[in-house]
């Protein structure tokens, strides 16, 4: 046990890693309420539909004005206009706006007998084929989209965890910065994306045939990526921790034991392990031997635990080996 000095310093330290826990959680959250929102697209069925009533209300919009007004130049102008302004009243996205603006004209320009109705039935057909390709025949799969962005992100903390072990393995201050600085910016990047995702999944399980059949496949993928937030935080805390290690002067540097960086290469290979097989159906053993190798490697080294950033570093990687093993298992 360490004296009370050192229990000082080590409470203090445990302090600062709560905060930045705590921090580091909150920017999770918000960065995901921001990629959820931005990840609120319109699907093509939506866009078909919304194709429809853009071509409707153009179509009524130019006949009633050819039988008020007939037709000429300020008739298109106005019929434009108002056609656009009916849409805008009941919809905020452009395609509906330029459908109706674009069919007004045209049923004005072109005046027929059969334009609106023959504008109308081109719409229904180019509609109808394009809801059936899109919700039938060439619908994505929701799992494999939500499978492959859980692997770029994996891949990303791989090689952030590669990176650190060099770093610790070399005691070079400048890497572990480097690493601190990239990973804030990809680990940004790839919740993003990784949320949009989540969210575009979860819409085509809804509104497709073929996502209806793979809804207890991506419950099961999304019950263990509710694990993925704690990996991505413990991997940004680890990194943090090594660059504070590393970078302290060379009198005060308390060096850095050799059993740092063959955990955090064993994470990587863990976390390798997870990419390569997105754990849908069961446990991924690889990973889980990685966390129980990183645990073991960790006891079995002897440093001075009295000193505040030895013991930071140590516990950030027993964080990422409790994380890796959590995502190892689906709803874990």
Do not use: W
């Amino acid at each position: 046990m360490a004296g009370p000095a050192g229990c000082g310093r080590c409470r203090c330290c445990v302090g600062s890693c709560s905060g930045l826990s705590g921090q580091s959680s909150a920017r999770l959250r918000a960065y995901r309420r921001g990629c959820r929102a931005r990840g609120e697209g319109r699907g093509r069925g939506t866009q078909a539909a919304e194709m429809l009533v853009g071509v409707a209300v153009g179509v009524g919009v130019g006949a009633l004005l050819v039988l008020v007004l007939e037709t000429g130049t300020v008739q298109i102008a106005l019929a434009a206009a108002v056609a656009m302004l009916v849409v805008a009243a009941i919809s905020n996205g452009p395609l509906p706006l330029i459908q109706a603006g674009g069919t007004a004209v045209l049923v004005i320009a072109l005046q027929t007998p059969g334009t609106g109705s023959s504008r109308v039935l081109e719409a229904l057909v180019g509609g109808g084929v394009a809801l059936v390709v899109s919700q039938v025949l060439l619908s994505p799969n929701p799992v494999s989209l939500l499978a492959s962005s859980e692997r770029r992100v994996l891949a990303m903390l791989e090689g952030s965890l590669n990176r650190t072990a060099d770093a610790l393995a070399s005691c070079d201050a400048a890497a572990a910065e480097a690493t601190l600085k990239r990973l804030r910016t990809e680990n940004r990047d790839a919740l993003c994306e990784l949320e949009s995702v989540r969210e575009t999944s979860k819409r085509i399980s809804r509104r497709t045939l073929r996502g209806r059949f793979a809804v207890q496949r991506l419950e099961r993928l999304e019950g263990r990526l509710q694990s993925n937030d704690l990996l991505l935080e413990s991997v940004l805390l680890l990194s943090h921790a090594t660059s504070r290690l590393l970078g302290t002067d060379a009198a005060e540097n308390p060096g850095v034991p050799e059993a740092f960086s063959v955990a955090a290469r064993t994470l990587a290979r863990g976390v390798a392990a997870l990419r390569e097989d997105p754990g849908v159906s069961g446990p991924i053993p690889r990973a889980h031997e990685a966390a129980r190798e990183v645990r073991k490697t960790l006891d079995a080294e002897h440093f001075d635990a009295s000193e505040p950033r030895l013991a930071l570093v140590a516990d950030e990687l027993r964080r990422t080996a409790s994380a890796v093993a959590a995502l190892a298992t689906p709803g874990g």
